[in-house]
């Protein structure tokens, strides 16, 4: 399976808000397939399909950190049915956005709806990190990055770097 490159900050592609996938056709399923492989292959828990700059709102997410059985989850449209009021607080890093690690408090369980890799409606009851990483998956597929929950000061510090320094190409989770 070919591996994509990864999209870093600031390439304006990331802002993008993606589509719903209307109908899994083997376009899609060969796209999940990349994204997997893209994703392991960085050492990543989690990747959305924007991150390889295709708007399309799929994510492949697995956090079992066990590189011998490989446990991916296959959301397609992915939507936040609830969450709860109790809070978590991870330190998030973002593919797109390397060596960089920003705290960020999420509600610690949520009930995702999506639609699965045969194509079914389904729900699930994501907690610790799975529901950080669903979330920080979610806000990719809206156009939303990590770095939107610091101050305007250091954002604005950090995307100046970024666009000073491109060719960086270390590897963090997320
Ligand atoms: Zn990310």
Do not use: W
């Amino acid at each position: 399976m070919p591996l994509k490159p990864i999209v870093t900050i600031p390439d304006p592609v990331l802002r993008k808000i993606s589509e719903p996938v209307e109908k899994l056709t083997n376009e899609e399923l060969k796209l999940i397939k990349d994204l997997e492989d893209t994703m392991y292959e960085a050492n990543g828990i989690g990747l959305a399909a924007i991150q390889v700059g295709i708007p399309k709102r799929i994510v492949v997410i697995d956090v079992s950190k066990d590189a011998k059985f490989k446990k991916p989850n296959y959301f397609i449209n992915p939507v936040i049915k609830s969450f709860s009021k109790e809070t978590s607080i991870y330190e998030e890093g973002c593919l797109s956005i390397p060596e960089t690690f920003i705290e960020i408090e999420r509600p610690k369980n949520v009930l995702v709806e999506y639609i699965d890799i045969d194509g079914l409606k389904k729900e699930m009851k994501c907690e610790g990190l799975l529901s950080t990483c669903i979330q920080h998956e979610i806000e990719h597929c809206d156009g939303k990055l990590i770095i939107d929950y610091l101050s305007k000061l250091k954002k604005d510090f950090l995307i100046k770097k970024f666009s000073k320094n491109k060719s960086s190409n270390s590897k963090v989770i997320v």
